[in-house]
């Protein structure tokens, strides 16, 4: 494709900006994933669930890339985490009753710090997949950039890259 102006030039890198974005997000959630599964869910089974709902690992999403103040974000986040309710045990999948959990990122901090013990459905250990996904970005976050730009042809010799949370 032949670019005639610098507005089309814009138009195009933008389009192509967000589909690296959208591919540093997902590879960021991919590892998450796996992260929670090793640390979240590795622990022996035990008590009134004889399998797991994996509803935690598989609430965390990306959004779709959007440019914001001349930046393209993407969020990952896991504020559509939804309890199921068990009529078996007469209890949400995670927390009872008696001591519900009042929010996701409640509930992540009950998962990363052993925050509240064993009364959510799971052992009260303490597995920081938080902090562990943190580390991985913090070593991988370079690479999955140039990685993700050569994958979707945008060549970039040298580039300052960073994220952050909210």
């Given at each position: 494709m032949l670019i005639n102006n610098p507005t089309e030039f814009y138009v195009q890198a933008n389009m192509v900006l967000a589909k690296?974005?959208?591919g540093i997000a997902k590879e960021l959630l991919k590892?998450?994933?796996?992260?929670?599964?090793?640390?979240?869910?590795?622990?022996?089974?035990?008590?009134?669930?004889?399998?797991?709902?994996?509803?935690?690992?598989?609430?965390?999403?990306?959004?779709?890339?959007?440019w914001i103040g001349g930046w393209c974000e993407s969020q990952i986040d896991n504020q559509s985490f939804d309890f199921t309710w068990s009529k078996e045990r007469n209890a949400w999948s995670h927390g009872n009753n008696h001591k519900p959990v009042e929010s996701n990122d409640?509930?992540?901090?009950?998962?990363?710090?052993?925050?509240?013990?064993?009364?959510?459905?799971?052992?009260?250990?303490?597995r920081p997949y938080y902090d562990e996904w943190l580390q991985y970005i913090d070593l991988n976050f370079d690479r999955i950039v140039k990685e993700q730009c050569i994958a979707n042809n945008f060549p970039v010799e040298m580039a300052t890259t960073f994220y952050s949370f909210d």
């Open positions: 690296v974005t959208d590892a998450l994933q796996d992260i929670i599964d090793e640390n979240v869910y590795s622990y022996q089974l035990t008590g009134d669930w004889d399998n797991r709902t994996y509803e935690f690992k598989n609430s965390w999403t990306t959004s779709v890339p959007e409640g509930f992540n901090e009950i998962i990363d710090n052993r925050q509240g013990g064993s009364n959510f459905g799971f052992p009260a250990l303490k």
